[in-house]
């Protein structure tokens, strides 16, 4: 039997109608929305004042101003573009909701589109304060990084993608019980990525798996960035070429994991 | 007599516009658990309204979930409104729609809001209107605004039906469509679905368990056990030759084992 994958035709109407869903979902919920503003707050204060104490007792952080909060805000972009891909995903295993989509015209490519638009509202609205508290409370404007910034951010969100869309088939596959994968997928990356020190610092053999991971690029860049003054533009294509591949490969990962999931009958037992 | 009579083995070649509503031939699925559905042959024609009869386990849900797209076929063919299914699903997922114990809509979305996604994923034209209709006609008018997950069982389903028919469908699929229903509730939810069909000339295909509902709503009937179809035929037509007054009582015949002695 061949597999099933629906690609052409692409309806906005229909990725708008999935966004209509999760923006629904969010507006009637006040413990979602908090949840989104809490975490990314509560980090920027932590390492906020971390950054504050350093900087008056060390030399070298005081030279290189907003390294460890810039760290913080850009690992946050990508560890919430992740997340906020997932979670709108799982909305949809909590609710016992799958079923009904994939009975409908939807296809999975805009299923998948939409959580990546919706990823971005929800990115948004926990991102954004944080700025401003980053800005306000610890003098470290994310945007004085100009032009750089943007491909930074272009980068950790088509990683956060990517591995969004790896794990949520998982669940598809899999079901519920696959869920801690979710929310732990991103702190493995976590000391391999490099956000809080430079790839010299690992041990050879790690440095090759370390630079194979785009986020390791961007860290790496945003630290040329705020020490040297440095714009590293190879850094950047890099990585975007890695990201480019990973997301390749997530996607079709995701096709063949609910082909899979269609097979053994796992859209019908959408539990454990 | 041949206890297996099921119509048309083959599915026709013909073009979408003269195929029957549903056709499945030599339909075999494989579970790590063992054979679900075993060499299952039938067609649908348009128009009518087909009952899935059988204990648990005999295969009901797997066979209308593989007609549906959600299961991939082990082997065989389903063609659905003349369409190779999964391979042109596209064609024709938005002119079909389904209601299972085994989905939920959104708990905290309102009527209205879950009605509207799913009428914009159907592209559905006036949608509003539509909505007004569904709530008239399925007197869901009183509670458009309040979150599915605060809904009474009773009021759940009347929502599964109106998200069901929110595309106005040719072909409806429904599994268990009254479960956990009062009777009065359910004898509701079957008038509205005979409506439906008389005024939209709809192919309704349902697994039940309920044989009243059954015998009420269906024009023919499949009754499966252990993944393979037992007899096929109208309710009158198997309550006769099985020498029984309800298909209720066929069914405990076939489910204990009695069907060969009862219909001989």
């Known amino acids: 039997m061949s597999n099933v994958v629906r690609v052409h035709g692409l309806s906005a109407q229909r990725i708008g109608a999935m966004i209509l869903r999760y923006w629904y979902l969010l507006i009637s919920s006040w413990p979602r929305l908090l949840e989104l503003v809490y ?54 295993m909590w609710a016992r909701n799958m079923g009904n989509l994939m009975m409908s015209p939807l296809k999975p490519i805009e299923f998948l589109i939409a959580l990546m638009l919706m990823s971005l509202i929800r990115l948004a609205i926990g991102v954004v304060p944080m700025l401003v508290l980053a800005t306000y409370a610890f003098d ?14 272009c980068n950790l969100i088509f990683t956060g993608w990517s591995l969004g869309i790896f794990v949520s088939g998982l669940v598809l596959r899999n079901g519920l019980g696959a869920e801690s994968i979710v929310w732990s997928v991103m702190f493995g990356l976590m000391p391999l990525a490099c956000v809080y020190y430079p790839v010299s610092v690992l041990p050879q053999w790690l440095q090759w798996i370390a630079w194979m991971l785009p986020p390791t690029y961007v860290f790496e860049g945003m630290r040329a960035l705020l020490i040297e003054h440095v714009v590293r533009p190879e850094l950047m294509i890099t990585a975007a070429a890695i990201n480019l591949a990973l997301f390749a490969g997530s996607f079709a990962a995701f096709i063949w994991l609910l082909n899979s999931a269609r097979r053994n009958g796992s859209l019908l037992q959408a539990g454990e | 007599m041949t206890m297996i009579r099921t119509s048309s083995a083959e599915p026709s070649s013909a073009g979408p516009g003269a195929s029957p509503a549903i056709e499945v031939a030599d339909l ?11 060499g299952v042959t039938f067609t649908v024609e348009r128009g009518s309204i087909t009952g899935l009869l059988g204990g648990n386990g005999a295969g009901k849900t797997t066979t209308i979930a593989m007609i549906m797209g959600l299961v991939l076929p082990s082997s065989g063919r389903v063609r659905v409104l003349g369409y190779q299914m999964p391979e042109q699903s596209a064609e024709v997922l938005g002119r079909i729609n389904f209601e299972s114990p085994y989905v939920d809509m959104p708990m905290r979305l ?62 409806l699929l429904l599994d268990e469509p009254t479960a956990s229903l009062d009777p009065d509730t359910a004898d509701w939810v079957r008038q509205r679905l005979l409506d439906y069909r008389r005024r939209h000339g709809a192919t309704i295909l349902l697994a039940s368990h309920n044989m009243l509902e ?21 309710p009158a037509a198997i309550m006769a030759r099985y020498n029984r007054n309800t298909l209720e009582e066929v069914f405990i015949d076939v489910a204990r084992g009695r069907a060969q002695e009862a219909a001989s």
């Open chain 2, 28 to 38: 075999v699925k494989d579970f790590k658990a063992g054979r679900a559905v075993d």
């Open chain 2, 110 to 171: 309102t009527v209205r809001q879950n009605l509207t996604v799913f009428g914009k994923l159907y592209s559905v034209p006036d949608l509003k209107a539509r909505i007004a209709e569904l709530a008239d006609d399925l007197d869901i008018a009183g509670f458009l605004d309040r979150p599915n997950g605060k809904l009474s069982a009773g009021q759940k389903t009347r929502v599964a039906l109106a998200k069901a028919l929110i595309n106005r469908p040719e072909l």
């Open chain 1, 140 to 153: 470290f404007n994310l945007f004085s990084m100009g032009l750089p910034l943007v491909a930074f951010f």
């Open chain 1, 39 to 92: 975490w990314p707050a509560l980090q920027v204060i932590t390492w906020g004042f971390l950054q504050l104490y350093i900087v008056q007792n060390a030399g070298f952080f005081a030279q290189a101003g907003g390294i460890l909060i810039g760290a913080v805000i850009l690992w946050d972009i990508l560890f919430r573009g992740q997340l906020g891909f997932s979670i709108s995903f799982l909305e949809e």
């Open chain 2, 214 to 234: 059954v015998e009420r709503l269906c024009d023919r009937v499949i009754i499966m056990k252990r993944g393979r179809i037992e007899d096929d035929d109208t």
